[in-house]
Every structure is written in structure tokens, then in C-alpha cells.
């Protein structure tokens, strides 16, 4: 029953835009608890909310070791890669995603700013047109995107 309440606790501070203290709450877990789905989840939550993208990267890959059929892990960990320099490791997490990411604009789009990012110019327009695409309202998120500078479409 403790468990429980620490998960609802955390899940609230998180809605109230309180990541530190999710990250407080979800502490006082027993051990044999931190490494459920739910926990890591909201400890995703917390830390990307807080842009700690080093830890965040630790527990999306955590989620896609256990989870390996959930696209937005894999985007998740992929960001918080790309946000720390890993852009290349980024990538190749992004290709070890399931099937169902290439069905995502947000994939391609995602692609096309880490391709982007380490100068493969050719590459990044082919994924960001794919992106444009699939959903045009990344158009707007292009403009003003610091991974996508200097790109023309």
C-alpha cells in the first residue's frame, strides 16, 4: 500500500509542475520497487521535465530494455542522448526502435535534427521533408528549432 501511495504522491507533484519533488517522493521506494515500469516512468517524467538529460537518458534506455515495443521511450531516450552530445548514439537508439517510429513525423523530424546537427545536410532534408509530410505543423517548429539553423526547406 506504501508503494502505492509514493507512486500517486510523485504523479502529483508531477502535475503540479514539481518534478524535484516527484523525484523526493519516488526515494522513499523500497529498492526492490525503483524498477518498475510506473517508477521509471515518472522518473523520466521528473528528470526531462528538469532537463537532467544525463539521468533521463539512463532511464529512458532502462524503459526500452523493458518495454521494447513503446516508440516514446525510445524518442525520449534519443532526446536526452542528442541534448547531453551524444547525437550519434542518438541515432542509432532511434534505429533500434520498433517498426512504428517510422510512422511518426516526430521520428523523422527527430532524425532530421540530429543528422542536421553532425552535418549530414542531404540526409537531414530527406527525413525533415518525410516529417513536413507527414504533420506540416513541424514547419513551425523548424523556425525556431536551435538543432535545425541555417536549414532551407
Known sequence: ML????????????????????LNELKNLPKENTDERVVLELRLAAEMAM?????????????CMEAVDEPDFFLSAAFCLHEIGETNEAMKCLLRGPEVLSEMAVYHYNMACYLWTIGEKDRAHNYLAK???????FKEAARYDKDLVGIEW
Open 3 to 22: 508503494t502505492k501511495q509514493i507512486i500517486r504522491a510523485a504523479s502529483g507533484w508531477l502535475e503540479l509542475g514539481m518534478p524535484a519533488d516527484a
Open 131 to 137: 516529417a513536413f509530410e507527414m504533420d506540416d505543423s
Open 51 to 63: 532537463q537532467d538529460w544525463k539521468h533521463g537518458a539512463e532511464t529512458a534506455k532502462a524503459l
